[in-house]
C-alpha cells in the first residue's frame, strides 16, 4: 500500500510569529519531495507537523488520505531519520532497530517477527555486519544507517528525512546520497520527504522540489523545471546559479540598459522593469544573438571551465566558458551571447512581494 502526503493551509506559528504560511502542498504516493529552503525558512516545521511533533495554527495535514492533525505521531505510520542519528548509545545496533518496532503499539508487531524485520532493515542499508556492535564503535555514516534501518524497520508509508546528510563529510555524503536513491528504487511505494537546504541533494534525490523562503512556499516542480524555468528570482538563485540582470520591457521588445535583446515577453507587460534570468554556462563568449558588450573584470579558472565576469553597462555578467585556449586579461573588452531560449524573462513582483 502507498501513501502520499497533503499539507492543506497548513500554518505554523511560535509566539505570535508565523513560521509556517499557509503551506498547500502534495506528496503523491511514492514521490520524493525535497523541501529546499535557506535555514529558518519553515521546511523542519513542515517536516515535524507531518510527523505530528508540532501542532498547526491553522490547515490539516493528510497521509494517505486520512486526517492526521490530530493524531499522535506513533499512529501516522511515519518513519523519521533526523541530522544527529538519535540512536540509543547503550544498546546494540539491532537493539536500536527493534525498538521503535518494539515501541509501536499500532500495529504491534508479534514479537517472534521482530528479529527478521530488524535483519531485513539491516540488510536494505548494508549494515547486518554490524548489528552487534555499539553506536560509538560506528562511524557517522554507518550510524545514520542504522537510524535509516530503524525507520524502515516499521514499514512506513511515509518517510520523513530531515538534513539526514548534513553532519556527515562531503564524501560521505555522496556515497549516502547514492545509497538513499537506490533505498528508493527498491522501496517504490514509501513516499518521502526530504528536508535539505543543499540544492545537490535536492537535484539528485527528488521527483519534485518545494521551494520554501521565508515561510512560505515559493516554487513548486520537477528538478528540470525549476531549474530551466523558475518562477522567481529566490528560485531561479537558489537552484543553480544564475545571472539575474534588471531589463525593461516595452512594445519594441526588452532593452538592457541600451542594449536592446531579442527575446519572448510572454506574461511580462509592456512598460514593467522585469528580471532576465540566463545560466552562466549558456551564456557564449564572441558574437552571436543577444549580444552583450562589456569588459572582463575577474577571471576564475574552475577546472572544466573558466568563468568570466564581464561588466556590462554597470551590470555583472556571469559566463561559464569552456575550452578557452588563453585566458583574456583584465579589462580585455569582449562580447557575450545567449540564445532566447535559454533565457527567462521573470515579471517584477513575484518573488514573495
Ligand atoms: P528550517 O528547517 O527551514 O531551517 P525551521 O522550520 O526549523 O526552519 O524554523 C523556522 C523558524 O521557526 C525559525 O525562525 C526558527 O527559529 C523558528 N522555530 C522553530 N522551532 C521553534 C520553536 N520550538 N520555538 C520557537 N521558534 C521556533
Given at each position: 500500500?502507498?501513501?502520499?502526503?497533503?499539507?492543506?493551509?497548513?500554518?505554523?506559528?511560535?509566539?505570535?510569529?508565523?513560521?509556517?504560511?499557509?503551506?498547500?502542498?502534495?506528496?503523491?504516493?511514492?514521490e520524493v519531495m525535497a523541501l529546499l529552503g535557506p535555514s529558518g525558512s519553515g521546511k523542519t516545521t513542515a517536516l515535524r507537523a507531518v510527523a505530528g511533533f508540532v501542532t498547526p495554527s491553522s490547515g490539516r495535514v493528510y497521509?494517505?488520505?486520512?486526517?492526521?492533525?490530530?493524531?499522535?505521531?506513533?499512529?501516522?505510520?511515519?518513519?523519521?531519520?533526523?541530522?544527529?542519528?538519535?540512536?540509543?548509545?547503550?544498546?546494540?545496533?539491532?537493539?536500536?532497530?527493534?525498538?521503535?518496532?518494539?515501541?509501536?503499539?499500532?500495529?504491534?508487531?508479534?514479537?517472534?517477527?521482530?528479529?527478521?524485520?530488524?535483519?531485513?532493515?539491516?540488510?536494505?542499508?548494508?549494515?547486518?555486519?554490524?548489528?552487534?556492535?555499539?553506536?560509538?564503535?560506528?562511524?557517522?555514516?554507518?550510524?545514520?544507517?542504522?537510524?535509516?534501518?530503524?525507520?524502515?524497520?516499521?514499514?512506513?508509508?511515509?518517510?520523513?528525512?530531515?538534513?539526514?546528510?548534513?553532519?556527515?563529510?562531503?564524501?560521505?555524503?555522496?556515497?549516502?546520497?547514492?545509497?538513499?536513491?537506490?533505498?528508493?528504487?527498491?522501496?517504490?511505494?514509501?513516499?518521502?520527504?526530504?528536508?535539505?537546504?543543499?540544492?545537490?541533494?535536492?537535484?539528485?534525490?527528488?521527483?519534485?522540489?518545494?521551494?520554501?523562503?521565508?515561510?512560505?512556499?515559493?516554487?513548486?516542480?520537477?528538478?528540470?523545471?525549476?531549474?530551466?524555468?523558475?518562477?522567481?528570482?529566490?528560485?531561479?538563485?537558489?537552484?543553480?546559479?544564475?545571472?539575474?540582470?534588471?531589463?525593461?520591457?516595452?512594445?519594441?521588445?526588452?532593452?538592457?540598459?541600451?542594449?536592446?535583446?531579442?527575446?519572448?515577453?510572454?506574461?511580462?507587460?509592456?512598460?514593467?522593469?522585469?528580471?532576465?534570468?540566463?545560466?552562466?554556462?549558456?551564456?557564449?563568449?564572441?558574437?552571436?544573438?543577444?549580444?552583450?558588450?562589456?569588459?572582463?573584470?575577474?577571471?576564475?579558472?574552475?577546472?572544466?571551465?573558466?568563468?568570466?565576469?564581464?561588466?556590462?553597462?554597470?551590470?555583472?555578467?556571469?559566463?561559464?566558458?569552456?575550452?578557452?585556449?588563453?585566458?583574456?586579461?583584465?579589462?580585455?573588452?569582449?562580447?557575450?551571447?545567449?540564445?532566447?531560449?535559454?533565457?527567462?524573462?521573470?515579471?517584477?513582483?513575484?518573488?514573495?512581494?
Amino acid at each position: 500500500m502507498s501513501s502520499g502526503i497533503r499539507f492543506d493551509g497548513v500554518s505554523v506559528a511560535y509566539g505570535g510569529t508565523t513560521v509556517l504560511d499557509r503551506l498547500d502542498l502534495t506528496v503523491e504516493p511514492g514521490e520524493v519531495m525535497a523541501l529546499l529552503g535557506p535555514s529558518g525558512s519553515g521546511k523542519t516545521t513542515a517536516l515535524r507537523a507531518v510527523a505530528g511533533f508540532v501542532t498547526p495554527s491553522s490547515g490539516r495535514v493528510y497521509i494517505g488520505g486520512r486526517d492526521v492533525t490530530g493524531l499522535p505521531p506513533y499512529k501516522r505510520g511515519i518513519g523519521m531519520v533526523v541530522q544527529q542519528y538519535a540512536l540509543f548509545p547503550h544498546l546494540r545496533v539491532d537493539a536500536n532497530v527493534a525498538f521503535g518496532l518494539k515501541a509501536r503499539k499500532e500495529p504491534r508487531t508479534p514479537k517472534t517477527e521482530i528479529p527478521a524485520r530488524v535483519a531485513e532493515a539491516l540488510e536494505m542499508t548494508g549494515m547486518t555486519a554490524y548489528a552487534r556492535r555499539y553506536p560509538r564503535e560506528l562511524s557517522g555514516g554507518q550510524q545514520q544507517r542504522v537510524a535509516i534501518a530503524r525507520a524502515l524497520a516499521i514499514r512506513p508509508d511515509v518517510l520523513l528525512l530531515d538534513e539526514p546528510l548534513s553532519a556527515l563529510d562531503a564524501q560521505l555524503r555522496s556515497g549516502m546520497l547514492a545509497e538513499l536513491a537506490r533505498l528508493h528504487r527498491e522501496l517504490p511505494d514509501v513516499s518521502i520527504l526530504y528536508v535539505t537546504h543543499d540544492q545537490v541533494e535536492a537535484l539528485t534525490l527528488a521527483d519534485r522540489i518545494a521551494v520554501m523562503d521565508k515561510a512560505r512556499l515559493q516554487d513548486c516542480g520537477t528538478p528540470q523545471d525549476l531549474y530551466r524555468r523558475p518562477r522567481t528570482e529566490f528560485t531561479a538563485s537558489f537552484v543553480g546559479n544564475a545571472n539575474l540582470l534588471p531589463v525593461k520591457v516595452d512594445t519594441h521588445g526588452v532593452t538592457l540598459g541600451d542594449t536592446a535583446l531579442a527575446l519572448p515577453t510572454t506574461g511580462v507587460a509592456p512598460g514593467s522593469a522585469a528580471t532576465l534570468c540566463v545560466r552562466p554556462h549558456l551564456v557564449g563568449l564572441g558574437e552571436g544573438p543577444n549580444a552583450l558588450r562589456g569588459r572582463v573584470t575577474e577571471v576564475q579558472w574552475r577546472g572544466s571551465t573558466h568563468r568570466l565576469y564581464v561588466d556590462v553597462d554597470g551590470h555583472r555578467v556571469k559566463a561559464d566558458v569552456r575550452e578557452l585556449r588563453e585566458t583574456p586579461p583584465l579589462g580585455t573588452r569582449v562580447t557575450l551571447h545567449f540564445a532566447p531560449e535559454d533565457a527567462v524573462l521573470l515579471a517584477a513582483g513575484v518573488n514573495g512581494e
